[in-house]
């Protein structure tokens, strides 16, 4: 018998649509209405602005450690090709995407400042709530897509994750079940190139992460993930797919990491400024904002009054948190979460804390009394 | 002797063991360029190149699975959990394999890892990075749970954690990482796994403790000793599994008396395994129930509510006093 080449469904391409000098392929232009190009401005700004602020916040002790976005607010194309029906599955460098889809910043700003109610999803919306295990949420929108079949929803599961995840077992799990119940998933790789200080050459021995999805016959896609119209194209393909019955799909978005991997990182121990430098050209919001210009969408008053709007939007979200914070909480709370309803021990446990509470109070008080 | 806090006198347990032994090999995520999220491996990339300080792609399970390889095949290695809040994905390698490889094969085949993970409140973090899970380590036969409470109980262990012919899980106390210092001698050092240590004398209760509790636990003792001549007598386990039980059931004989103090869930904790010891044992001395100071039974809050859930001074004090007023 001879040897022969076994023919794949699938080969892996590369999808770009609008270079970094915000030239754009005008045979692959999505052509999109102006009202959602400027609304994709827009969120990626919200992106980048918020992102700023948080950093600031965080310096200033107001807020604990976060992972910072910058330089993949490109995302908010790919909710922006979701349906409100659809159930988005983030992992924790969502923040723009989860913006987009209803979450409120000051529960962004309650999370990362220490507040169990920043997890509190909001009503009506299909958002779960940051995963921290790296990749371990893929397998719930794998899993989430089997429900929206079962039940002939005809909504899709759309999950996040880093090039980090596809190194852990729990994502090549999630990608084989998708494949074998060809559920609605779409699995959209944020690869940053950096997992903390492991460069994605480092992560994985293959050329691309995208031809992963090849082992599993699903379609795996390339896309310049700074490209806020590839991403765009690429995911409304994806999810249309998925939507019409043909099974899950693989993004890799080609982004970076232009920031932290957290608050609690250096990453001058592990990269270059160099290499920070040659990605900061091709920042996703300076080419789109090129790209807007050139079609009139956008001018130098535009730009300043989308950012004043985004400013105040952010101090509006600002000032609803520290009014919840100067408020305060009660800490007997955290005894509802665990359970549907609370166990006895629970419950004997609450009256614990309360006796110890009064208890600290009375002695702060009578100390007071002493020195008086 | 030189001073030097928790994290120092890791990097240096490690250096002194990788310079005594080319078998011993450190990998885990971030461990090499970065010197490891906590610095605790940091200089040791430069010092044994990449073979020895191997940055692993982010596979938790993976990173415990290789090191079962590695350990099977001769090499001694001591692999990393960033945060043990991470350690679950490996729990079924640790759990399948590590801990049951040497009953499976009759003592043919040993697994002599360490798996160091950072563990513990206290450092207003994310989820899944201030929690404390010893026990499921602990209820694993097979495995031996470490958790030392200062620089040089550390660095003691971790050698003989890293010439232990098991696996063994070592949590390292991430809120005492850089809390203080102590003196370390520059010599070896070692400490038994499976043994218990006395960290203060005295006659009237005996409180139990181990990793990041033993401090607000010795300072309620002396606050009490101060200001009510209440003489705690302070065990600290450092050992969770095999349990040494002698030290204190033989201090509880002569106090009549006993706290437990750990952060982690009361039901089924640590601290569960030292009542029922003490039941066991020094039953008919006991002059008081023993209570058990913990953190409650729930996952434990982001950072506005931690110090309400973590066991601090007064939570201990408090407990002290009841017993003995009993």
Not at chain 1, 274 to 294: A, C, H
Not at chain 2, 106 to 113: A, E, Q, S, W, Y
Not at chain 2, 281 to 287: A, G, I, M, R
Request: proline share 6%; charged share 25%.
């Amino acid at each position: 018998m001879p040897k022969t080449e076994i023919d794949l469904p699938y080969r892996v391409e590369y999808l770009s649509i609008l270079d970094p000098d915000g030239q754009v392929d005008a045979s692959l232009d999505p052509s999109l209405p102006d009202e959602l190009l400027l609304k994709l401005y827009r969120g990626m700004v919200l992106g980048r602005k918020f992102d700023e602020r948080m950093l600031i916040l965080q310096r200033q002790g107001k807020i604990g450690t976060f992972a910072p976005v910058k330089g993949q607010e490109a995302q908010v194309a790919v909710t922006a090709a979701m349906e409100e029906n659809d159930w988005l599955v983030p992992s924790f460098r969502e923040t723009p995407a989860e913006i987009w889809r209803g979450r409120p910043m000051e529960s962004v700003l309650l999370l990362y400042s220490g507040y169990n109610e920043g997890g509190r999803a909001p009503e009506g919306i299909r958002t779960l709530p940051v995963s921290v295990p790296v990749g371990s949420q893929t397998l719930h929108g794998a899993g989430i897509g089997y429900a929206m079949k079962y039940r002939g929803e005809k909504s899709v599961a759309v999950t996040f994750f880093g090039d980090g995840a596809t190194s852990e077992g729990d994502f090549h799990e999630a990608m084989n079940f998708a494949a074998v119940f060809q559920v609605p998933t779409v699995f959209v790789c944020q690869n940053n190139h950096w997992a903390i200080s492991i460069p994605r050459s480092r992560q994985t021995h293959s050329k691309t992460i995208a031809q992963k999805a090849l082992a599993y016959d699903m379609p795996g896609l390339q896309v310049d993930g700074n490209d806020v119209l590839a991403v765009y194209q690429a995911s409304r393909d994806a999810i249309s797919r998925a939507r019409s019955g043909g099974g899950p799909a693989f993004l890799e978005l080609i982004t970076y990491r232009m920031s932290l991997h957290t608050t609690a990182d250096d990453p001058k121990k592990y990269r270059s400024e160099e290499e920070v430098q040659e990605w900061i050209k091709r920042d996703p919001i300076t080419r789109f904002e090129k790209y807007l210009r050139d079609k009139d969408l956008l001018s130098d008053e535009k730009i300043q009054s989308i950012a004043a709007e985004v400013q105040a939007e952010i101090s509006a979200a600002e000032g609803r948190w520290s009014a919840f914070v100067e408020k305060g909480v009660d800490p007997l709370d955290m005894f509802e979460w665990p359970y549907a309803q609370m166990p006895p021990d629970l419950v004997e446990q609450r009256e614990e804390l309360r006796r110890e509470l009064e208890a600290k109070r009375g002695k702060v008080e009578k100390d007071t009394l002493v020195r008086d | 002797m030189p001073k030097m806090n928790m994290v120092q006198a890791i990097n240096m347990a490690l250096r002194q063991e990788m310079e005594k032994d080319d078998s011993v090999i450190l990998l885990g995520e971030d461990v090499g360029r970065d010197g490891g999220v906590f610095r605790v491996t940091d200089g040791l990339l430069d010092k044994f190149g990449p073979e020895r300080v191997v940055d692993t792609p982010l596979a938790e399970s993976a990173i415990a699975g290789f090191s079962i390889g590695m350990a099977i095949a001769g090499l001694r290695p001591v692999c990393e959990m960033q945060f043990s809040g991470f350690s679950y994905f490996a729990f079924h390698q640790m759990e399948s394999h590590a801990s049951r490889m040497r009953q499976r094969t009759l003592g043919r085949v040993g697994v002599p890892m360490v798996m160091r993970a950072p563990y513990g409140g206290g450092v207003r973090a994310l989820e899944h990075h201030s929690e404390s899970r010893e026990v499921y380590w602990a209820h694993t036969p097979g495995l031996k749970m470490v958790i030392p409470s200062t620089p040089r109980t550390a660095r003691a262990l971790l050698v003989s954690a890293i010439r232990d012919p098991d696996p063994v899980v070592f949590y390292e106390p991430k809120a005492v990482y850089r809390a203080f210092r102590e003196e370390v001698p520059e010599e070896e050092e070692t400490f038994p796994i499976g043994k218990s240590r006395l960290a203060l004398e005295g006659k009237d209760i005996t409180v139990i403790s181990y990793g990041a509790m033993l401090r607000p636990t010795l300072e309620a003792a002396s606050e009490l000793k101060d200001k009510e001549g209440i003489e705690c007598e302070v065990v600290d386990l450092l050992t969770i599994s095999p349990l040494d039980d002698k030290l204190f059931t033989e201090s509880v004989r002569k106090t009549g008396r006993a706290v437990v103090v750990h952060e982690a869930p009361r039901s089924f904790g640590a601290g569960a395994e030292v009542v029922a010891r003490l039941v066991d044992k020094s039953f008919l001395y006991l002059e008081a129930p023993v209570r058990r100071v913990t953190g409650f039974d729930l996952v434990i809050p982001y950072y506005q509510r931690e110090q309400d859930y973590l066991p601090g001074v007064f939570r201990i004090a408090t407990a002290i006093r009841e017993t003995l007023e009993f």
